[in-house]
């Protein structure tokens, strides 16, 4: 019983049992359709609470890989006949690539100048995708083929719900196993202290590497998977405010909390839906929310409510 | 063979000679005790030692194995830590968790089986975990294993910091002010541990303004005055020095070696 | 070939005037709290804005002004007061979001308010352009350079030699010190968010009739600031003005001479470059705690 | 009566670190106060300074009661602190960590109570342009001294002034606290070297986990027992 | 007995990078939807709107796109200001199969025929047509391009590259600006220094149009000036501060209304637009407006003659417009011409004396 209630098992237990059950109660796809954002979103701000949350390294840039994983897809794809799993994969794996080769000078910057570094690689990202309109169709877009295996085509949102929804379990599942093993407390010690890490033999920039390479190759999944189940992108999802999307996710969630990451994706992307019928008060009440959740929770939703209710149940 | 060998080792800032032109060997198994004045460059000898600065000139041996130009972690794998006047703790860990980053041995988990979680790595956290609480024991810090580590007060951290270093398994450790906000009664403890340590082999290189402590405990002492080095020898020797007592002792701890 | 760098010149030092007015908020709230404040660019906005609607009710434009910088410095000090000052002690990056969910309030509240609609500003002097060596200046040019000058003369003043100013660099290093001292740290907070939403304004003002004005207009413009404060090194005056200059440079001479379609892509490689040969900016401090 | 502390209870979350705390500092007079680690000094001294907020009791300070007061007030009212960990303003340079140190008073005269300043510790005269983080552990505990002098205080409060000096200097710091308790400075001073601060302190406390322990003159309790093997070591 | 109401579906980029457009599209659409069911409806039926702004993002574009077929269950949808947005959706439109008008601007949406989608802005294909027609009128033949890089601007770009070849025009100097720029003096610089360059156009919207022409005048272009229908507004004209007189753009017969002959078969419904819309938001009217003008009578008139929302009924009769009198021109569609609007359907207008000039 009390394993079952440790953050662990029973976090993926509950979410588990979430995506199993919320199926029952989702009238239509339009559901269905906001359910799989939610999951596609929450893929990509776990692997960024690693980054952000766990390693202490911000990130302004995420959307970029996110697009970049969307774009790589659609082009195998689309325009070179590539299965769709193969295209997801080596997109992944240039996209991992690539963050190998930016981690090191990056990484290298501390804080805000991080921030700017990782914002200023996202912004050429989403330039580039915008200016080479031979190839990506500009800010008009590309289309994207459905997504393929072996003959059998995903179509349609239940069975996207499925893909996506078990992604995010295993994903979350994987996540939690790094963050609590001797890697996973490295992490956190080169956001405690760098150099103290170092000195008891942290290879901190092997460590910083590893995780943005990590938080790299889920954003470009997550925006593989993107790609084909909406079946045409822009070149907006890699611009500068979908990367601050992603990491309001990780702040409102609760940084350095993996189910955290889920909630705030699951927020953010639920609640400009309700908004949505506010018209012209939409922006209004969207940037209030924001403001009053990290205002009166602080460390972001999960940790902060767990505070709570650890006090109620002294 | 000498654990720590440093030869014509400088290091400036600016226009000032933090440490210039430094020698000195440290014999294996010893307790080596460096003072000096505040601001005399016994920080900046640790640090150029560990890797956190490079010198701008000068070499060091370690173990015969000359190891200039090497990170930190490089050197923590050669049996090579230490611990920090300005503290630098983990602070968003608890307590355990961070003398367990120590005896983690992070560079030989494969991530694979980390991501899987493995028998192996299970294994590996249990062995941490329990050498972790066995060391926070051994400093003292029993009190404190479920507690995080930001609400230690000062003087448990220092100790804190002692356990994650000797988590490492180091064969030469650096203590930089251990005793500081220690009562006596305390600092006796840290006697003690420091003791303790050098029994099991550990070469233990020591900076401390605790003259009891110093000059009780210490195997050698060096002697730095503004980056300079002033006088090398037992306790006896140096708490003789007029130099010495001149430019750092006072008058009043002149000769407490005896005392101790 | 000369009259024509000269030409991209002052397109650079205008546009990089404009993002140093943007950046000189960043540094000041810094300043005080080692917060970004991602609302910046909105206050710049509701300089332009607030001074367009009083003027078409009927204000003459200095009054116009006045009361638009007043609205702006009221809001920013509404902002530290009911959102930053009670998260005080929250991580940075929470306090970042918040200024985030700030900005899309207010864009959101200017929308309501005013209107989404782009509108004009008539330049202070005129708008015929001054002819030098060939290259031709808008007297608005001037005025923004010349604004930004003595507005980053004031607060190199402020910071390097007023006690208050001292006061709120000490509030961002060591809150804990700074009460210990008696520097009412809460009152940096708002002096410095009003401060920068001050500053801001008048950038906005001053660039309004450059830029036309409008709800969204503060947010590229924020983003550009933004990035010209970190390349010039946060919390320094000096350091917003030379990064803004930086970028504004190098995004006018690579559209000029390399490739308008890569500019922004070149100017945002080049403050990485920046950033790699000099981790803290130009003129950053260098890392000053040891251990 | 300078301060008086009445049943002072202090918490960090649900952790309470002072149980009713009472003690008294009477104008002019040098009070010690000693304890292990983690006995709530530094808890006690961040409660006066109102940086610390206080979870029950009372603070009166020259018979107002100031436990709501906000920390700058209290400075402005003459309660000035060194802290545990020296608290430099680390990019600052040593002269504007001491201007800072008079906020609240006039410029002109701080800089006269500089030259005193420099004078005890010529270390820092030398380094007036240094940017205080990077100076050595020592000099970083002389400015933070240093700075709360600065504020020329009714009460002065020193969390562990001498730790990291070398002893040279400790005794220089000792000297110190005794001329300006001469000059009739009210200091309450926390001190791990319970010896030295005992023998210049007039009376003592001793904490324990957040309780006094044991009041009582300073002579008389380095003749204690209890304190002798706690604090002592002898 | 009440009748169930006519379910009308909008999503339209009222924030964002295109809420230049997208405001005054959604302005119109609640203002004659209003009008509409003020006068009985259709069909004997009230029109019920639900309308979504998606802030010019593709993503949210097709999550209100799904939301609004199957939650709000609507029997026609509007919108997709930009072309990115349009696109967005044409799959989960086509699969619901049901009508579809969009606001956006490039042919790629009705090029080729879908069998759902229509729109009813001139494509940018028409316009940059219109300009080199007018160009070569008067011996242009070698211009310089500078465009954003937005949709828009960049479709339309692409365009006048398309069609240089076919239209005799030549391309000497292409340049582009960022989004926000607030300063276009280099690339016009470049452009004023290229060689044998007799003409200058303009491809974007917003305020670097009133940028680009301020610049022009300050760097003391003389070369004639061309901009397109994105500039379409008196605010282009006003942000210029003065620098607008003289620059020339294809736009929608709506702009000059007033100068219109009074046999202009578009000029009695375009006053009537211009009109209601000043009167009701007490701003001048752009031809974006236009856009969502005619979408929303396009789809009345064919449910009106359909007699029922049964949507392949509805989808074939605004198939089968014909002769339609919109804001943005007279509307003829076929089976494998889903705008139907032509080159006439523009007239090139002049900016003089701060207001709109109509040219012959
Ligand atoms: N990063 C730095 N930048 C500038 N000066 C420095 C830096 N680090 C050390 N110093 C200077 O070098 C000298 C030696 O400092 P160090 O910290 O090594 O002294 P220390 O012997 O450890 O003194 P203490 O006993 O007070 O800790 C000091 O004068 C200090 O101000
Ligand atoms: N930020 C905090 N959060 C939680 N508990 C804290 C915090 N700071 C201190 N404590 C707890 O309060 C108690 C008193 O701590 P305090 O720092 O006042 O002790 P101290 O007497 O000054 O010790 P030292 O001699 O080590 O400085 C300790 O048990 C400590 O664990
Ligand atoms: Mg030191
Ligand atoms: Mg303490």
């Not at chain 2, 000769?255 to 101790?260: E, N």
């Not at chain 5, 949709?151 to 590259?161: I, L, Q, T, Y």
Request: proline share 4%.
């Amino acid at each position: 019983m009390r394993a079952l209630l440790a953050p662990r098992t029973g976090g993926l237990l509950a979410l588990a049992i979430v995506i199993a059950l919320l199926p029952a109660v989702l009238p239509n796809n339009f559901y269905f359709n906001v359910a799989i954002l939610v999951g596609l979103n929450a893929i990509v701000c776990v692997g960024l609470n690693l980054l952000i949350g766990y390693a202490g390294q911000i990130s302004l840039g995420h959307a970029g890989f996110f697009g970049l994983g969307a774009y790589a897809s659609a082009l195998l794809t689309g325009s070179y006949g590539w299965p769709s799993l193969a295209a997801l994969v080596v997109g992944a794996a240039a996209v991992g690539a690539l963050a190998f080769l930016l981690a090191r000078p990056i990484l290298k910057l501390k804080g805000h100048y991080l921030a700017m570094g990782t914002l200023g690689m996202g912004v050429i990202i989403s330039i580039v995708l915008n200016q080479e309109a031979g190839l990506t169709g500009g800010p008009d877009g590309m289309p994207v083929p459905a997504f393929e295996v072996w003959g059998w085509t995903a179509y349609g949102e239940r069975t996207w719900y499925w893909i996506v929804g078990g992604t995010l379990l295993v994903t979350t599942w994987l996540a939690l196993n790094l963050i609590e093993s001797p890697i996973g407390r490295a992490l956190r010690a080169i956001h405690g202290s760098e150099i103290a890490a170092e000195v008891i033999g942290v290879k901190t920039e092997r460590f910083k590497t590893l995780v943005f390479v990590i938080s790299a190759v889920l954003a470009s999944v997550g925006g593989s998977m993107f790609a084909h189940y909406s079946g045409f992108i822009t070149p907006s999802e890699a611009e500068f405010f979908h990367s601050i999307a992603f990491v309001t996710m990780v702040v409102l969630g609760g940084m350095a909390s993996i189910f955290g990451s889920i909630l705030g994706a699951a927020i953010l992307t639920v609640l400009p839906q309700f908004l949505a019928v506010l018209h012209d008060y939409e922006t209004l009440v969207l940037g209030a929310v924001m403001m009053s959740v990290m205002i009166f929770l602080p460390k972001g939703l999960l940790p902060s409510l767990a505070e709570l209710l650890r006090r109620r149940s002294l | 063979m000498s654990a720590l060998t440093v030869a014509g080792l400088s290091k400036n800032f600016g226009g000032l000679s933090a440490v210039s032109e430094l020698s000195f060997t440290v014999e294996e198994g010893q307790i080596f005790s460096i003072i000096g004045p505040n601001g005399a460059g016994k920080t900046t000898v640790f640090n150029l030692i560990t890797g956190v600065y490079r010198p701008d000139s000068g070499r060091v041996w370690l173990h015969g194995e000359e190891i200039g130009g090497k990170p930190p972690s490089a050197l923590a794998g050669q049996g090579l830590t230490r611990t920090f006047q300005n503290l630098q703790i983990f602070f968003n860990m608890s307590a355990l968790e961070n003398v367990m980053v120590g005896a983690d041995r992070t560079a030989e988990t494969g991530f694979a089986s980390a991501l899987l979680r493995l028998p192996a790595v299970r294994r590996r956290d249990a062995g941490a975990g329990k050498q972790a609480v066995a060391l926070m024991e051994r400093v003292g810090l029993a009190a404190y294993l479920g507690a995080d580590a930001a609400s230690l007060p000062y003087g448990a951290l220092k100790r804190l910091e002692i356990a994650r270093a000797l988590a490492t398994r180091p064969k030469l450790l650096l203590l930089d002010e251990p005793a500081a906000g220690l009562n006596h009664a305390e600092t006796r403890e840290i006697d003690n541990l420091i003791r303790s340590i050098a029994e099991d082999g550990v070469t233990v290189i020591l900076v401390e303004h605790d003259m009891r402590l110093v000059m009780g405990i210490s195997d050698r002492i060096l002697v730095l005055d503004r980056g300079v080095w002033l006088a090398e020898g037992s306790a006896e020797e140096v708490g003789r020095n007029p130099d010495v007592v001149r430019a750092y002792l006072g008058t009043e701890f002149a000769g407490s070696a005896d005392a101790a | 070939m000369s009259s024509q760098f000269l030409q991209f010149l002052i397109s650079g030092i205008t546009v990089g005037a404009t993002y140093a007015l943007v950046g000189l908020g960043f540094s000041i709230v810094y300043n005080s709290s080692q917060v970004i404040n991602f609302a910046q660019g909105e206050f710049v906005m509701i300089g332009g804005m607030a001074t367009v609607f009083l003027m078409a009710a009927g204000a003459p434009m200095p009054l116009a002004i006045a009361l638009a910088v007043l609205l702006a410095v009221v809001i920013g000090f509404a902002l530290g007061k009911f959102a930053i000052e009670p998260a005080r002690g929250a991580p940075v990056v929470s306090i970042i979001i918040i200024t985030i969910g700030a900005s899309i309030f207010l864009r959101g509240a200017a929308m309501l308010v005013w209107d989404r609609n782009l509108h004009h500003m008539p330049a202070f002097s005129g708008s015929d352009p001054i002819d030098i060596g060939g290259a031709a200046l808008l007297p608005q040019s001037v005025w923004v350079v010349g604004g930004m000058v003595i507005i980053v003369a004031a607060l190199q003043v402020f910071f390097s030699h007023a006690r208050i100013g001292k006061a709120m660099l000490a509030t961002a290093f060591n809150p804990l010190a700074a009460q210990l001292v008696g520097i009412s740290t809460r009152g940096m907070l708002l002096l410095s968010f009003a401060l920068a939403a001050g500053i801001g304004a008048i950038a906005g003002i001053l660039i309004a009739p450059i830029t036309l004005t409008y709800a969204g207009v503060g947010i590229m413009l924020g983003l550009k600031g933004f990035s010209a404060a970190i390349v010039g090194g946060l919390g320094n005056p000096m350091g917003a003005v030379a990064g803004g200059l930086v970028v504004g440079i190098a995004e006018a001479m690579t559209a000029g001479y390399i490739s308008s379609a890569y500019k922004d892509a070149v100017a945002f490689l080049i403050i990485l470059a920046v950033l790699l040969i000099r981790p803290s900016g130009l003129f950053g401090r260098r890392e000053s705690e040891r251990v | 009566m300078l301060l008086e502390i009445d049943n002072l209870v202090c918490n960090y979350g649900r952790i309470r670190a002072l149980h009713g705390v009472s003690l008294s500092v009477e104008e002019g007079e040098l009070v010690a106060l000693v304890g292990a680690n983690g006995a709530g000094k530094t808890t006690l001294l961040r409660c006066i300074s109102g940086v610390q907020p206080a979870g029950g009791g009372a603070i009166r300070f020259a018979g107002d009661d100031i436990i709501a007061m906000a920390p700058e007030r209290r400075v402005r009212l003459g309660i000035a602190q060194a802290p545990e960990h020296r608290q430099v303003f680390g990019p600052l340079s040593v002269t504007d960590n001491l201007l800072l140190g008079g906020y609240t008073r006039s410029r002109a005269e701080v800089l006269q109570d500089m030259e005193k300043a420099f004078a005890m510790f010529p270390d820092l005269k030398q380094r007036r342009r240094q940017a205080a983080g990077t100076l050595s552990g020592g000099q970083q505990q002389m400015l933070a001294i240093s700075r709360a002098l600065m504020a020329r205080p009714r009460l002065l409060l020193l969390d562990e002034p001498s730790m990291g000096l070398a002893p040279a200097l400790v005794a220089e710091v000792f000297d110190a606290i005794t001329a300006l308790r001469d000059a009739g400075v009210t200091i309450l001073l926390v001190e791990q070297n319970a010896f030295a601060a005992l023998s210049v302190a007039k009376r003592g406390y001793v904490i324990e986990t957040g309780r006094i322990a044991l009041a009582d003159t300073g002579a008389a309790l380095l003749e204690d027992d209890s304190v002798k093997s706690a604090y002592l070591g002898i | 007995q009440a009748q169930e109401p006519i379910k009308l579906g909008v999503f339209l980029s009222a924030t964002g990078g295109a809420a230049f457009l997208g405001d005054p599209e959604k302005k119109t659409i609640e203002l004659y939807v209003e009008k509409i069911n003020a006068d009985g409806g259709l069909l004997g039926r009230q029109v019920q709107l639900t309308i979504y702004d998606d802030g010019t993002k593709a993503k949210e574009a097709l999550t209100f796109v799904k939301r609004l077929i199957d939650q709000d269950k609507v029997d026609l949808i509007i919108g997709g200001t930009t072309t990115g947005n349009t696109m967005a959706v044409i799959n989960e439109v086509e699969q619901a199969g049901l009508p579809f008008i969009s606001l956006a601007g490039a042919s790629v949406i009705i090029d080729p025929v879908k069998k759902w989608v229509f729109k009813t802005p001139h494509t940018d294909r028409l316009a940059v047509q219109k300009i080199f027609t007018d160009m070569k009128a008067r011996g242009l033949t070698k211009i310089g391009l500078l465009a954003g890089s937005g949709g828009f601007d960049k479709s339309c770009a692409g365009n006048a590259r398309a069609l240089m070849e076919s239209e005799g025009v030549e391309i000497l100097a292409d340049e582009t600006h960022g989004a926000g720029d607030t300063d276009m003096t280099p690339q016009l610089t470049k452009i004023k220094n290229t060689e044998g360059v007799q003409a200058f156009l303009y491809c974007g919207f917003g305020a670097p149009t009133s940028i680009v022409a301020k610049n022009y005048k300050q760097l003391g272009i003389t070369i004639p000036h061309y901009q397109t229908h994105g500039s379409a507004s008196v605010r282009f004209i006003k942000g210029a501060d003065g620098a607008a007189e003289g620059v020339r753009l294809p736009a929608a017969a709506l702009l000059v209304v007033d100068s219109l002959p009074d046999s202009h078969p578009q000029k009695a419904i375009a006053s009537a637009y211009k009109a209601a819309y000043e009167d009701g938001y007490k701003e001048p009217i752009s031809t974006f407006g236009g856009h969502a003008y005619d979408a929303l009578f396009l789809a009345a008139e064919a449910i009106k003659r359909a007699g029922s929302l049964d949507k392949e009924a509805v989808r074939s009769e605004i198939e089968k417009t014909n002769g339609f009198i919109g804001v943005d021109g007279i509307f003829t569609m076929s089976p494998d011409d889903h705008l139907g609007l032509d080159n006439d359907s523009f007239v090139m207008v002049e900016v003089h004396d701060g207001g709109w000039k109509l040219q012959e």
